[in-house]
C-alpha cells in the first residue's frame, strides 16, 4: 500500500516505533503532571496548618525590649510566635501569637533583614533554620504557596503605610 511505502521509502519505521514505545511512558508522566497541577491548586486554595513545621523548629525566649533581629542583619531563620508579642520598629506593626515572622529576608536576593524587629512583651518563639524552610518550600506545595501569599500580602500591606 501507499502508507508502508512512504514508510519503509523515508525511514519513519524507526520513529514510529520509538514513539509508539513511549506511549506508556507519556502517559503515566502525564497523569503524574496532572496529580501534581490538581494538588497544586488544591494547596492555594486551601488553609495551611503550621503543626507540621514543629519538629523542624527549635525554642526560643526573649526578654521584653529585646531586639529579635535588625534591618540589614543576615536572615538565618524564620519565627513563628507561640506566646508574647512583637513589633516592627519601622512600621509599628504588631506580631501577636500564631504568627510567622522573617520569612521575606529569607527569600530576599541579599538573605537580609528588611526592618528591625522589637519584643513589647517576654516571647517565646519557635524558630527554623532557612535550609528547613528551603527544603519544606521544595517538598510541600502547601506550605510554597502560604509562604508566597504571606510574602505578598506582607509587601502590599508595607505599601499602605
Known amino acids: ?27 503515566i508522566r502525564m497523569r503524574q503532571m496532572i496529580m501534581l497541577v490538581n494538588k497544586v491548586h488544591e494547596s492555594s486554595t486551601g488553609h495551611f496548618a503550621i503543626d507540621f513545621l514543629t519538629p523542624y523548629m527549635g525554642k526560643e525566649y526573649f526578654k521584653k525590649g529585646d531586639c529579635l ?12 510566635v507561640q506566646n508574647g508579642s512583637l513589633r516592627l520598629d519601622e512600621l509599628g506593626i504588631i506580631f501577636d501569637k ?10 530576599s536576593s541579599n538573605r537580609k533583614r528588611s526592618a528591625t524587629v522589637v519584643c513589647d512583651t517576654d516571647v517565646e518563639l519557635l524558630a527554623i533554620s532557612k535550609s528547613n524552610v528551603m527544603q519544606l518550600y521544595y517538598q510541600n506545595p502547601k506550605f510554597g504557596f502560604y509562604l508566597v501569599q504571606l510574602v505578598t500580602d506582607r509587601l502590599l500591606e508595607k505599601r499602605r503605610y
Not at 2 to 10: A, G, I, N, T
Not at 69 to 80: A, N, P, T
Not at 98 to 107: D, K, V
Open 1 to 27: 500500500t501507499v502508507c508502508s511505502y512512504l514508510f519503509l521509502q523515508r525511514g519513519i519505521w524507526p520513529l514510529f516505533i520509538l514513539h509508539v514505545a513511549l506511549l506508556p511512558l507519556n502517559i
Open 69 to 80: 533581629f535588625k534591618k540589614g542583619d543576615e536572615s538565618l531563620k524564620m519565627y513563628y
Open 98 to 107: 500564631g504568627e510567622l515572622i522573617g520569612e521575606m529576608g529569607l527569600f
